[in-house]
C-alpha cells in the first residue's frame, strides 16, 4: 500500500489549504484515513481522522477549522483547511489502516501505511 500526500505550501494566517493522499495498491474503501503533523522538535500529532464509514473525528486544534472528507472512486482522502493560524506549520502526513478496530485510531501506532508528508507553512 502506497500514499502520496500532495497540496502542501506556503500561506498567510487566516488562509486556506487543501492537502489530498492518493493511495494505491490496496483496498481504500476498507481503510479508516488519518491526518497527522508534525513541527520542528515536537512530536507527530493526530490532526484528525475519517473512517471506513465516513466518521469524522478531529483533535481539538482543528475543530471548525479542518474539514476530512474521502472520495472512494478516486482513492483519495482529503484535508480542507480553514482560517489557518501560524501553529498550523508543520509537515503534514497522511496514514491509513484497514479499519478493523471499533474505535477511530488516534495515535500513530494505530496506523500501518504512511505517506511522505507534505510542508505546511503559514505565515505570520
Known amino acids: 500500500v502506497q500514499l502520496q500526500a500532495s497540496g502542501g505550501g506556503l500561506v498567510q494566517t487566516g488562509g486556506s489549504l487543501g492537502l489530498s493522499c492518493a493511495v494505491s495498491?490496496?483496498?481504500?474503501?476498507?481503510?479508516?484515513m488519518a491526518w497527522f503533523r508534525q513541527a520542528p522538535g515536537k512530536e507527530r500529532e493526530f490532526v484528525g481522522a475519517?473512517?471506513?464509514?465516513?466518521?469524522?473525528w478531529c483533535a481539538d486544534s482543528a475543530k471548525g477549522r479542518f474539514v476530512l472528507a474521502r472520495d472512494n472512486a478516486k482513492n483519495t482522502a482529503y484535508l480542507q483547511m480553514f482560517r489557518l493560524k501560524p501553529e498550523d506549520t508543520a509537515v503534514y502526513y497522511c496514514?491509513?489502516?484497514?479499519?478493523?478496530?471499533?474505535?477511530?485510531?488516534?495515535?500513530?501506532?494505530?496506523?500501518?501505511?504512511w505517506g511522505q508528508g507534505t510542508q505546511v507553512t503559514v505565515s505570520s
Open positions: 496514514a491509513a489502516d484497514r479499519g478493523t478496530r471499533s474505535t477511530v485510531g488516534l495515535t500513530t501506532s494505530d496506523y500501518a501505511y
Open positions: 495498491g490496496g483496498t481504500f474503501r476498507n481503510y479508516d
Open positions: 475519517i473512517t471506513n464509514s465516513d466518521g469524522t
